[in-house]
């Protein structure tokens, strides 16, 4: 499982939403409460518009940077490039994604945030898929 900087592993949750038109990609540190006041979960949408795969980041920057996608010729890779900005860019925002498919239980992802000042910071992420629990409805 990836690890945060501190050290403590991270879960990337997938789920199809919207009757199937869109993917939602939700991260966070594993096991832990979900807590508004603090470092929560960065959601990211991923849908189709018009003919081009859009990528949009609600940052716990706060700001919501969308980005194109484009796949590779074999069909194993999406890089997502910058668009637009909504919201402040006051501590910087997200500005590049690439997801790489290993295999149907595997894939990687590699990310680029652009502080102030335009510094990147890049994470890369190797991640499997774990069967989700399902709850039960009484």
């Known amino acids: 499982m990836p690890k945060m900087d501190n050290g403590k592993p991270i879960s990337v949750l997938f789920r199809v939403t919207s009757r199937g038109n869109a993917l939602v990609h939700e991260m966070q540190e594993s096991g832990a409460p979900l807590d508004p006041s603090k470092y929560d979960h960065p959601v990211t949408m991923l849908y189709v518009e018009n003919d081009r795969l ?3 980041h609600y940052c716990d920057a706060g700001n ?3 980005m194109e ?5 074999d069909g194993k890779k999406v890089e997502f490039e910058f668009v637009d900005l909504s919201g402040s860019n006051k ?3 997200m500005y590049h994604a690439v997801f790489t498919i290993v295999d149907a239980n595997h894939h990687i992802e590699d990310w680029t945030y652009l502080m102030p000042g335009d510094k990147p910071m890049h994470a890369h992420a190797v991640l499997e898929r774990k069967k989700q629990e399902q709850a039960s409805a009484q």
């Open 54 to 56: 859009v990528l949009t």
């Open 91 to 93: 501590h910087g925002h």
């Open 69 to 73: 996608g484009k796949i590779s010729p």
């Open 64 to 66: 919501r940077p969308r």
